[in-house]
């Protein structure tokens, strides 16, 4: 990747001599969606072809027909992810929040990535209260005075902060089990807002995917806190389907991966922002901000 001129697509004759190489010595490059060739005989079936393949981020945008300018994925699985397409290498938006790619369609996109989203809950679910998984049954969104940092491996977007560390704020005697299953929560999602604010991007509507993406009142709480209708599609698979679709474009089913998805992927709304709500979690975004540098030069052993 680090030898990738990713703007003109091509390895970059100047990372290759610093590195004392020549750019006769790599790969071909291909498009995702292209055929590489062919797998011997002995392998599999008569002139299986080989298609080049996608990212688990890309795939999942293919897979949830992410591939327009202006579209926009989620995804909460580990890690949690803002993939924005884009037509052109876009230099404005990048940073320490969201970075410029190949996208698996030919073009570019942005994204941003948080360390652990899903894992989050995961940890707090069954490592800690020792249960299975439910949506809190009354959550009182944006109302708890909860908050929680979700950097139990650190952070990537937008901080790149190896130490940063995760912490439950504002709990009192009156906080109960369902406040702290809702912050962790709303943890998440303000912290995929940092990498949208940072990035300077305007999302009204995004595709959530992963397996976080099952649960109604996390929809409501992402809707809300980054001011955007929230789509599920049929199917859950993302980055498989995408995977696919990249095939089925090689082999010549589909004349363009555009084709194979506008084909076969159905979209559903599943949460419309609401304005008051959006309102609230403005509120508790702006007291979600304070948090990380207020801790920041906190020394954990």
């Not at 190489?21 to 072809?49: C, W």
């Not at 688990?56 to 992410?66: E, H, L, Q």
């Amino acid at each position: 990747m680090l030898l990738l001129d990713v703007q003109n697509k091509c390895w970059s004759p100047e990372m290759c001599e610093i590195c004392g190489i020549t750019v006769d010595m790599l790969p071909t490059l291909f498009e995702s969606y292209e055929a590489t060739g062919k797998l011997k005989a002995e392998y599999s079936l008569p002139n299986a072809i080989l298609c080049a393949g996608a990212g688990d981020n890309a795939g999942a945008a293919v897979g949830t027909n992410t591939l327009r300018d202006g579209d926009c994925s989620i995804s909460l699985g580990t890690s949690g992810t803002i993939f924005l397409p884009c037509d052109e290498f876009n230099t404005e938006c990048c940073g320490t929040a969201l970075h410029n790619f190949a996208h698996a369609n030919g073009k570019f996109h942005l994204m941003g990535c948080i360390l652990s989203a899903a894992s989050c809950n995961k940890w707090w679910i069954r490592d800690i209260l020792d249960t299975h998984y439910c949506d809190p049954a009354e959550p009182d969104y944006g109302k708890t005075g909860v908050y929680f940092l979700p950097y139990l491996t650190g952070e990537r977007c937008p901080h790149n902060d190896v130490n940063a560390r995760g912490a439950f704020i504002g709990l009192s005697m009156n906080t109960t089990r369902e406040d702290m299953s809702l912050a962790v929560l709303e943890g998440v999602a303000y912290a995929l807002r940092d990498c949208v604010e940072a990035g300077a991007v305007k999302i009204d509507k995004a595709v959530l995917c992963g397996g976080g993406a099952v649960s109604k009142v996390w929809q409501t709480v992402l809707a809300n806190v980054l001011g955007a209708d929230i789509y599920l599609t049929e199917t859950e698979q993302g980055p498989s389907m995408g995977g696919a679709f990249l095939a089925m474009t090689a082999c010549g089913e589909y004349a363009t991966v555009y084709e194979a998805a506008d084909a076969t992927v159905k979209k559903t709304l599943a949460v419309k922002c609401d304005p008051v709500l959006k309102k609230i979690y403005d509120q508790g975004y702006a007291a979600y901000r304070q948090l990380y540098p207020a801790l920041k030069g906190v020394e954990y052993e």
